[in-house]
C-alpha cells in the first residue's frame, strides 16, 4: 500500500537517525521509499524545510505541498490551513538558516487554527516519507525504537483533497533518495 | 538453505537503475541550486547522464513483470522529456534558462517516481510469492 508518513520528534538529530533508518528499510526490502523530507519547526513556530532549491517559486511550491501535507496528517481539514501556513514555510539551502513562518502575525484566533492543524509543534522535527509498505510494522517498530510518533495516510486520501493539484502535490518535493544538508546541526 | 532469502547487498539490474535515476535527480538538483553560468556548466554533462540511464532502463525492461514493465515505459517517456529540457537550457538564458532547469528537475523526479514504482512492484511481487 502506497501511504504517506510523518514521524515527529523532539529534536533535530534523531530526526536524520529516523531518515537514514527509512532508507535502511529500503535498502533492505522491506519498505520502498518513494521520497523523504526534514521539515523543522523552532521555539518561534518558524518552519524550515531542508532542501537544496533556492529558486523563490520552487520554495514557495516546496512549502505549499509539504505545509498541506503535514496538515492532512492532523485530520481532514488540517490540508487547507497546511497549506496556507506552508505558503509561507520557505525553503532554505543546506539547513542551516531558519526562514519565518510569519505565522506571527496571524491573529490569536487564526495562530490557534494553524498550530490545532499542524502534527509538528514547536521544537519538534519530522521527516516525512513517501512509501510503498506492504506491513506498517516495519516503519512503526523503527521508528518507536528511535523515540518517534508515527503519523500515516493513504496516498488516495491525497488524491482526492482538493489541495493536493499537481503544482503541489508533495511527492515532487520529496527528495528521492536520502538527502541528508551538511549544515542541519546548526538547529539543535 | 532458504534461496528466497534476500541479500541486501546484491543488487539487481532495477536496483541498478533506480540508483541511476536518483543520481540523475541529484546531479541536476544539484546544478539547479547553483547561479546561471555555474549550472549551465554543470548542465552540460546532464544530457548524456539521461540518456545513459534511459539506455540502463532499456537494458533491464525485458527481465521485469508486466506492472513494472509499464512503469519503467513511463519512466522513458519522463527521461525523454528530462533530456528535452536538459538539451533546451543549455540553449536558453536567464528566465527562460531558469525555466527549462525547473522542467528538468521535474522531469527527472517523475522519472526516478516510476522506477521506484517499478521497484515496489517487483518487492511486492516477490512477498505475495
Not at chain 1, 161 to 175: E, K, M, Q, V
Not at chain 2, 48 to 68: F, H, P, R, W, Y
Request: charged share 25%; hydrophobic share 40%.
Amino acid at each position: 500500500m502506497r501511504n504517506y508518513v510523518a514521524v515527529v520528534f523532539n529534536g533535530t538529530s534523531k530526526a536524520y537517525e529516523a531518515l537514514h533508518a527509512i532508507w535502511q528499510l529500503d535498502s533492505e526490502g522491506e519498505i520502498t521509499v518513494h521520497g523523504t523530507g526534514v521539515v523543522h519547526r523552532n521555539d518561534l513556530g518558524d518552519f524550515q524545510v531542508d532542501t537544496k532549491e533556492t529558486h523563490p517559486g520552487l520554495a514557495t511550491a516546496v512549502g505549499v505541498g509539504l505545509g498541506a501535507l503535514l496538515g492532512l496528517f492532523a485530520g481532514p481539514a488540517g490540508a487547507a490551513v497546511g497549506a496556507a501556513g506552508g505558503a509561507a514555510i520557505g525553503a532554505a539551502t543546506g539547513g542551516a538558516v531558519g526562514v519565518v513562518a510569519d505565522l506571527g502575525r496571524a491573529s490569536t484566533r487564526d495562530q490557534a487554527g494553524v498550530e490545532a492543524a499542524f502534527v509538528l509543534a514547536r521544537g519538534q522535527s519530522a521527516v516525512i516519507a513517501d512509501v510503498s509498505e506492504d506491513r506498517t510494522s516495519y516503519i512503526d517498530n523503527r521508528m518507536s525504537d528511535l523515540g518517534g510518533v508515527v503519523y500515516r495516510r493513504a496516498k488516495s486520501d491525497l488524491e482526492d483533497d482538493a489541495w493536493f493539484d499537481d503544482d503541489y502535490f508533495p511527492s515532487r518535493y520529496l527528495y528521492p533518495y536520502e538527502y541528508i544538508p551538511s549544515a542541519y546541526s546548526g538547529w539543535d | 538453505m532458504d534461496t528466497n532469502v534476500k541479500d541486501p547487498k546484491v543488487k539487481d539490474a532495477l536496483d541498478n537503475v533506480r540508483a541511476a535515476a536518483q543520481q540523475l535527480h541529484a546531479a541536476i538538483g544539484d546544478a539547479a541550486a547553483k547561479r546561471n553560468e555555474a549550472a549551465k556548466a554543470d548542465f552540460q554533462a546532464i544530457p548524456l547522464k539521461t540518456k545513459a540511464v534511459m539506455d540502463s532502463i532499456k537494458g533491464s525492461i525485458g527481465a521485469q513483470n508486466e506492472v513494472a514493465k509499464k512503469h519503467l515505459t513511463e519512466a522513458l517517456t519522463h527521461l525523454e522529456a528530462t533530456k528535452k529540457h536538459a538539451d533546451q537550457s543549455l540553449k536558453n538564458t536567464g528566465q527562460a534558462f531558469q525555466t527549462s532547469v525547473t522542467q528538468t528537475l521535474a522531469d527527472a523526479r517523475a522519472a526516478v517516481e516510476k522506477v521506484t514504482e517499478a521497484v515496489a512492484a517487483k518487492r511486492s511481487a516477490q512477498t505475495h510469492k
